[in-house]
């Protein structure tokens, strides 16, 4: 008999970082994975962040999560995305060592504490009374626990296609999770199935990169977590090339042999990342499409070709690579392939994506319809923090939309479920400038630390930085006039009156390093630090209407809304917007604004109503 706390299924980047939030929270876990040695494979492409997925790196890692640091330790070419915009909007993005990584990975699993290592196939929940009593492994083991979180990636029912080939397996050489999918089919859960894909991995040997567009690493040294000073390994370029006309006709001419095409595959792919092939029938007119040849690693010649994901026939793969620039005699090492899986129907799970109809059960990444490593990642986190706080009687951070993007996902996914694969995108977050993410830190560690899932390193970190927080506020409120500004040079004009330095800094041409002379040593000591609160002064009269509004806002939509919440006996509710609503099961106002198809009448119904309830429940 082995007994836990909290039991995770799957060690990729969902389970990594539910295993190991939920041992930060002091709960007795269990990582059961097929294949210990497989723990933080990359499956897909070796990057790390992204628009939008950035964010969510850096809202892991602050935290405390895993994918940052592991970022950082594979880390070959760092880039940071949309730079010519303003900052709420900018993607911070690695290449990663695939060994490099997953060797990162692994060693902080195992240093982890609470955590155990089970290796084996999770072939049963064990049910008691209807809610979750433990796992049944393929080999007979029992474990016990009241919390189990499924993070099961595409080995879920998942079946491989390539060309006319078929077969069962979750990645390349790899089985699928089928007695558990089974399983989870039979409980009547609300389930479908979901595509994605991956491009062939070719030899960089046989690339012609002097006739290629070089994309170098940035060279400003920011890393993706604050608990790597500095970057650790060398640089290396990625290139540019493009599809041409004569792989498109190649497609083209072999449609009917594509899975995607010959009926095989019914599912829905993701719509950002979609297959050349779909690209080539759905935008017939462009001349080409832009691929980018990405490095795998330091030790290896294997080269990621971004942007040609396919399930189309080898003697295909290789025709259509072989007509772009630069890699007329390329070699393809492993052919890619398309993946389709199972996957629950997100609005069947709780805000703290525990599965209604089976409480102590708890779903993470893909099994929830998203795509990517870092949605995996954050709802790993929070699948991770939620189930080990209920288990233990503590209480997880509260995350909302205002405060991370991790909530937005979260709260798009059981609200309004998905039709394709979810990507996190800048563009589903309504408060953006808050949300930057270079300062995720300032927004969620300090949460973390009041929750206690923090270790010692990163509260330490905390602490040394919230004094240096305290001296820029210091420094920034020192009032200086326009005249001392304008003779040391800066562009200010000089009747412009006497202002705080934070004021200052809402000025064109005024920045932290030409107010040295005022702030001191202060921008040396932490010149992150130093630029984010410089973006605060700056957008301060916005962040401030923001808050208004938020406040506004929340003293309505905060209006908390009963599991049982009578939807039927509202006047005015059409019985499409009460099936809506019964279904979606909103947990407060806020919530039920952002269940599609939900009219802002229906809303102010539901609104009087909800108070109507409240007040006849203080007068009784």
Excluded at 341 to 355: E, G, N, S, W
Excluded at 489 to 504: F, Q
Aim: proline share 5%; hydrophobic share 45%.
């Amino acid at each position: 008999m082995h007994s836990f706390d909290v039991i995770i299924i799957g060690g990729g980047h969902a389970g990594v970082e539910a295993a190991c939030a939920s041992a930060r929270m002091g709960a007795r876990t269990a990582l059961v994975s097929f294949d210990l040695d497989a723990i933080g494979a990359m499956s897909c492409n070796p990057a790390i962040g992204g628009l939008g997925k950035g964010h969510l790196v850096r809202e892991v890692d602050a935290l405390d999560g895993v994918i940052g640091r592991a970022a950082d330790a594979g880390a070959i070419h760092y880039r940071m995305l949309n730079r010519s915009k303003g900052s709420a909007v900018w993607g911070p993005r690695v290449q990663a060592d695939r060994v490099r990584f997953k060797a990162a990975v692994q060693a902080i699993v195992r240093a982890q504490t609470n955590l155990t290592l089970v290796q084996g196939e999770a072939a049963a929940l064990k049910l008691e009374a209807g809610r979750v009593a433990g796992l049944e492994l393929a080999d007979g083991t029992i474990l016990d626990a009241r919390r189990v979180v499924l993070c099961t990636g595409t080995f879920l029912g998942g079946v491989l296609f390539r060309g006319e080939e078929r077969f069962e397996g979750g990645r390349i050489g790899e089985n699928a999770a089928r007695r558990l999918a089974q399983q989870l089919r039979g409980a009547d859960l609300p389930m479908a199935r979901l595509k994605t894909g991956t491009p062939p991995r070719i030899d960089g040997r046989t690339i012609d990169w002097a006739a290629l567009e070089e994309q170098p690493s940035d060279g400003e040294a920011w890393t993706m977590s604050p608990l790597t000073p500095r970057r650790i390994n060398p640089q290396v370029f990625c290139a540019i090339t493009r599809t041409t006309q004569a792989g498109h006709d190649a497609i083209r001419a072999n449609l009917h042999r594509s899975p995607l095409f010959s009926g095989a595959i019914g599912a829905a792919g993701p719509r950002y990342c979609p297959s050349i092939e779909d690209k080539i029938h759905r935008f017939g007119d462009r001349e080409g499409h832009q691929v980018f040849l990405e490095p795998e690693g330091l030790d290896t010649h294997m080269v990621y070709p971004n942007g040609i994901s396919t399930s189309l026939p080898v003697d295909v793969q290789e025709t259509v690579v072989r007509t772009m620039p630069g890699c007329a005699r390329v070699e393809i090492v492993q052919p890619g392939y398309a993946v389709e899986y199972d996957h629950i129907d997100p609005r069947a799970l709780t805000p703290d994506l525990q599965v209604r109809a089976i409480p102590g059960l708890y779903c993470a990444g893909q099994i929830n319809g998203t795509t990517g490593y870092e949605e995996a990642a954050a709802q790993g986190l929070v699948a991770g923090l939620e189930a080990a706080a209920a288990a233990l009687g503590k209480a997880a951070p509260v995350l909302d939309r205002a405060n991370a993007y991790i909530a937005v996902m979260v709260d798009d996914l059981t609200l309004q479920g998905v039709s394709e694969p979810y990507r996190m995108l800048t563009a589903r977050a309504e408060y953006r400038l808050r949300l930057r993410a270079n300062n995720a830190a300032t927004r969620l560690t300090g949460l973390g630390i009041a929750a206690g899932c923090i270790g010692e390193e990163r509260r330490a970190w905390w602490e040394r930085r919230e004094d240096l927080r305290e001296m820029f506020h210091v420094k920034h409120s020192q009032k200086v006039h326009a005249r001392e500004l304008a003779d040391a040079g800066l562009p200010v004009r000089r009747d412009h009156g006497e202002k705080a330095l934070a004021e200052w800094l809402r000025y064109d041409g005024v920045t932290p390093e030409t107010l040295t002379p005022w702030l001191g040593e202060a921008t040396a000591l932490d010149p992150l630090l130093a630029e984010e609160m410089a973006e605060d002064a700056a957008y301060a009269p916005y962040l401030a209407r923001q808050d208004a509004e938020l406040r506004d806002l929340r003293a309505s939509e905060a209006l908390p809304l009963a599991a049982d919440f009578p939807f039927a006996q509202v006047p005015g509710l059409s019985h499409e917007m009460v099936e809506r609503l019964t279904t979606a099961a909103p947990a407060s106002l806020a919530a039920a604004g952002r269940v599609p198809g939900v009219t802002p009448a229906a809303l102010s119904a539901l609104l009087v109503h909800a108070r109507r309830l409240v007040s006849g429940q203080g007068a009784a």
